[in-house]
């Protein structure tokens, strides 16, 4: 019997500046769910290739314009049903890094994040991220989010 689930494509990018990480404020319209921290990206339009999915996301969320520099990885997460559906969720997400080559930071006006911020490496496990944040600190060679925040703070403050 095959499996059905519902699968979302996305694309996310890790830019760091100055030891600091940009990340987005991710207000989930899902009872239950508070918001919480995330990488700036998002769902892929129709016909969009990954790589424009990133920067339009990032642009969109934060104000800057970005430049791709590397394909970190690509990570499905699985999820339980929710909001009365019967089938599993698939968050199908491709995380590159970037940098910034333009913009303002700015917040999204009526999208799914109201916050943008550069929050110190040293610093995120102190704020409440969702997964993409831990999967991508492991694409980065990190055991966990946690691990990474710690590194930092050991190894890049004065």
């Not at 995330?38 to 314009?65: C, H, K, N």
Request: hydrophobic share 35%.
């Amino acid at each position: 019997m095959p499996l059905v689930m519902d699968t979302r494509p996305a694309a996310y990018a890790v830019v760091i500046r100055d030891e600091c990480l940009l990340l987005s404020r991710w207000v989930p319209h899902i009872p239950g769910m508070k918001p919480g921290w995330t990488l700036p990206g998002g769902g892929m339009d129709p016909g969009e290739q990954p790589s424009d999915t990133a920067v339009r996301e990032v642009f969109e969320e934060t104000g800057y314009i970005i430049e791709l520099k590397q394909l970190l990885g690509v990570h499905a997460g699985y999820f339980k049903p929710e909001n009365g559906s019967t089938r599993p969720f698939c968050a199908l997400r491709t995380v590159y890094r970037a940098e910034v080559t333009g913009g303002d930071l700015t917040y999204e006006v009526g999208g799914s994040t109201d916050l943008a911020a550069w929050v110190p490496l040293g610093e995120l496990d102190q704020h409440f991220c969702y997964s993409v944040v831990e999967e991508a600190a492991k694409m980065m060679g990190f055991e966990t989010l946690e691990s990474m925040a710690t590194h930092y703070r050991a190894t890049h403050q004065p």
